[in-house]
């Protein structure tokens, strides 16, 4: 299902979502972390970077609902090697 987006963000307001979150990784949750930010944003707006996050796999919420960073590129360039094949 497709929800209505009013304000698309912009590209200074997910970095710096990205930031914040890299920096407190799972100390807190969605609420208290939008109120954390250094500038305001909207919260409409924030939730659809928080959305945007998740579906990319850059972010992860805990039973506890703390959001930690778990975007890893080095990670992934280990294991995309072209020696490993997928079966």
Known sequence: M???ISQYP???????VEEIIR??????????????????????????IIDYLSGSQKIAVDKERKIGWTYNPKLVKKYLKPELIVR
């Open 10 to 16: 912009r590209l200074d307001e997910v970095l710096m």
């Open 2 to 4: 497709k929800t209505q």
């Open 23 to 48: 920096e407190h990784s799972g100390e807190f949750k969605k609420r208290r972390l939008w109120e954390s930010l250094p500038e305001k944003v909207a919260y409409q707006t924030y939730c659809t």
